[in-house]
């Protein structure tokens, strides 16, 4: 069985929310999942999102594939240097790892804005 860490949709229509489960990879999006170890809502201002980080460090130990948007979400967590801190004995509240923030989107329609400043 392949495990794979991804995200599975909650909340109605255009008001998106996430769950972040470990599931098997044969599984729908939504399906059943073997896990949930956090969630993700990218509505928010800043985005909020909240991760298990013992149960990922559990999950990635027994080979499970992290998806693309979550190894980002890791990222922004800082969730490998605090991996790495508690392999050394630290714990999590002794690391001050603070969150990093949000990436800025680019603006798609770069060349109408540059022609808008122009004028």
């Known amino acids: 069985m392949a495990v794979k860490i991804r995200l599975s949709r909650m909340g109605r229509k255009n008001v998106s929310r996430f769950r972040i489960v ?17 969630y993700y809502n990218p509505q928010a201002t800043p985005k909020e999102f909240k991760i298990n980080t013992q149960r990922v460090a559990y999950w990635i130990q027994k080979g499970a594939v992290i998806n693309d948007t979550i190894k980002t979400l890791l990222k922004q967590d800082r ?11 630290l714990s999590e509240e002794n690391l001050n790892l603070s969150r990093l923030p949000d990436r800025k989107k680019r603006v798609k329609n770069r060349k109408k804005e540059e022609a808008k400043e122009a004028k």
């Open 79 to 89: 969730f490998y240097e605090k991996l790495e801190g508690i392999k050394k004995g």
């Open 22 to 38: 470990a599931s098997d990879s044969r599984n729908a999006r939504d399906g059943r999942f073997l896990e949930v170890l956090g």
